[in-house]
């Protein structure tokens, strides 16, 4: 790969910048590029609650909300995919075969988002009926899953190829093609839902052709920036021919990533399921706790997004010492914002509540709901920042694993087991509880990551070297491809 000056030195700063001015750099425009993408379903939930039947289009859209989800799988996995990859190969200085990873980044978004929307175009009635809509909101939400079927290619393909440009050390590019987007959304959502000059009044339909168009623009404005010459690859046709050792490299880390939010898919449709017992009021309370939780998460999330490539860079460079200094850094700076935006969020929960929720009823389920999500935030911060730095190491299925065992072993269960003796407060409760069991699963286990790698947190040593009874605990499985001289067992669950 021919490399410009301004790349390389970028891609050399994961390994040589100073920790902190470096998580800045690569976290802030990350948190604030998915702070404005949060507002595509923040501002759709605000104009369409303004509706006549505000709480049904809301739990309408609460219900297609995992079929969204399954669509940001596909592109969180191939985005974390091609970014851990790519960055270890800039560790590796492999950086000729950087192109080649970017021509499977162009084609697998188009190919999965095209099947999914498929998928909308000729079974959109059976989905939104598994999710959890009722005959009240079926209408609704075949209104606006239909349109919003169309933005899934583009969408997936901006958030595939924002992987390429983190894991070569550019932050700021994805925030672009995130933001820009969002704004058109913003733009577009009151004259498309209420027919505002010119425009038609199409209500729900107009939130999620708002919301489609944006995804186009993103998808310009990240194609654009790929063939410029500036984003540092030099993707020819050759380059789209497939080849299975990336397929592969992409699938050991974004395969099980794609399988976490799949899981989190699931999850939501539980919820919806479980919460319709109680009515429509109880799944809009509970989607507009994820809206506004959306005002926080992308702190937490661009701070992960920055950790990605310091990790891959450093685990692929045998640099483990930086490579933990970076992990215990990124951990404590996420506790304590997702402390502080806890308390402040808290103190101020029914105001912000009001602005979404019209009904009194509605209010005051919201406010109960987000306030008990809101006691388990903080504990939840350092499992992010663990299966971040377990993916960034190419570690995938270890991370799926950790992020798993909350969903299935702790969170459904609670889910069933406390709605049934509390009922809607007893589902709302069930997400810290889960969060603090998790916690001790996810602190127990990353404890015997750190010591499985602390006979290398010295200077990288070669792996015929090491000592018989740490090479002797290697596991059956391939590990990630990492320099011979960094080489050390993976760890097991």
Known sequence: METNAKVTKRTEALGKAPLGPLLVRLSIPGAVGMLVMSLYNIVDTFWVSGLPNGPKAIAALTVTFPLQMIAVA???????GTASLVSRRFGENRVDEVNDVGGHAVVMPLVAGGALLGLCLLIPSPMVQVFGAKPDTLHIALTYLVVIGFGFPFQLFAMTVNGLYRGAGNA????VCMAVPALVNILLDPFLIYGWGPFPRLEVQGAALATTIAKVVGFAI???????????????????RPRLSILRDIAQVGGPAC?????????VSVFNRVLGVYGSNAIAAYGLTFRVLMLVVPCLRGLSQGLMPIVGYNFGAGQFRRMWRAIRTAALWSVSMSLGLGIVLWAFTPQVVAVFARTVELQDLTVLSLRLVLLGLWLAAPQMIAVTALQGMGFGHQAMALALTRQLFFLIPGLLILSSLFGVAGAFASQPVADVLSLLVTGAYFRTVYRRYRASLADPVDSAQQPESIAATAPPWPTPSIPRSSRSPKPRM
């Not at 596909?74 to 974390?80: A, K, P, R, Y």
């Open 74 to 80: 596909l592109g969180v996995g191939t985005g974390i």
């Open 172 to 175: 700021v590019m994805p925030m």
């Open 222 to 240: 990240s194609a654009t920036y790929l063939w410029s010459g500036h984003s540092g690859y030099h993707i020819r046709l050759r380059h789209f």
């Open 259 to 267: 399988a976490m939010h799949f899981v989190q898919s699931a999850v």
